[in-house]
């Protein structure tokens, strides 16, 4: 089944310790986001790829980065990671295109310890 | 202006009864309005969505009514059974490519026996 796959699903960090998370996908879509979602929150876009243009939100701190390697890849990077930082980490894909379904994967849930 | 209210933040429905589920929203150049479902430790689906040219849009069970001079959309689930036991988020999107979703902040729905 064509899917929305992200590793690990839990993952646990030290605080200042950088952190990377991953997601790839078979669908095949040229937009992937990354989202953060915190308990009974919405989730909260962090930025997002129409195929290799980044795209990054105005209230997005710093702290994170993304790469897209390739169509399939998206990796998050939290380079110092602080207690607010613990979270769970969406990602999505979609074509290109207007009012396109975001398909979600799983998530990562962040622990900062 | 780019808010979506939605309640109410909690609701807890008989099985067999009706979950109403209610967002509003400021924005004019919003036109597409999706519900996402989401379960616990999952990331959210796109469950159903309308555009402001219908009133309504029924898919089995889930209906969503459309009220586009009061700015208010909301989500009917007939017939609430404990599988419909998840958290719901409105969301709202213009119509340019690719622009992002704005989510309510989500109700927790808990369909009880």
């Known amino acids: 089944d064509a899917m929305v796959i992200q590793n690990p699903r839990y993952q646990v960090t030290q605080f200042g310790k950088p952190v990377t998370l991953s997601c790839s996908q078979t669908l095949n879509h040229n937009v992937m986001y990354w989202y953060q979602q915190k308990s009974s929150q919405a989730p909260k876009l962090l930025f997002h790829?129409?195929?290799?243009?980044?795209?990054n939100e105005a209230d997005t701190p710093d702290n994170f980065q993304s790469r897209r390697p390739n169509t399939s890849f998206c990796f998050l990077d939290i380079r110092s990671p602080g207690l607010g930082d613990a979270a769970m980490y969406l990602c999505a894909t979609s074509t290109i295109g207007k009012q396109e379904t975001q398909y979600f994967g799983p998530g990562t849930r962040l622990l900062v310890l | 202006q780019q808010q979506v209210k939605q309640s109410p933040q909690s609701l807890i429905v008989q099985k067999g009864g009706i979950s109403i589920i209610n967002c509003a929203y400021e924005?004019?150049?919003?036109?597409?309005f999706p519900w996402y479902q989401q379960f616990p430790g999952k990331g959210p689906a796109l469950l159903i969505a309308?555009?402001?040219?219908?009133s309504e849009k029924k898919e089995g069970r889930f209906t969503i009514s459309f009220n586009k001079s009061a700015k208010q959309f909301s989500l009917h689930i007939m017939d609430s059974q404990p599988g419909d036991s998840a958290t719901y988020f409105c969301a709202a999107q213009g119509n340019f490519g690719n622009e992002k979703l704005t989510f309510g902040t989500g109700t927790r729905l808990t369909i009880i026996p």
């Open positions: 309308i555009r402001p040219d219908v």
């Open positions: 790829y129409y195929d290799k243009d980044f795209n």
């Open positions: 924005n004019t150049a919003f036109d597409y």
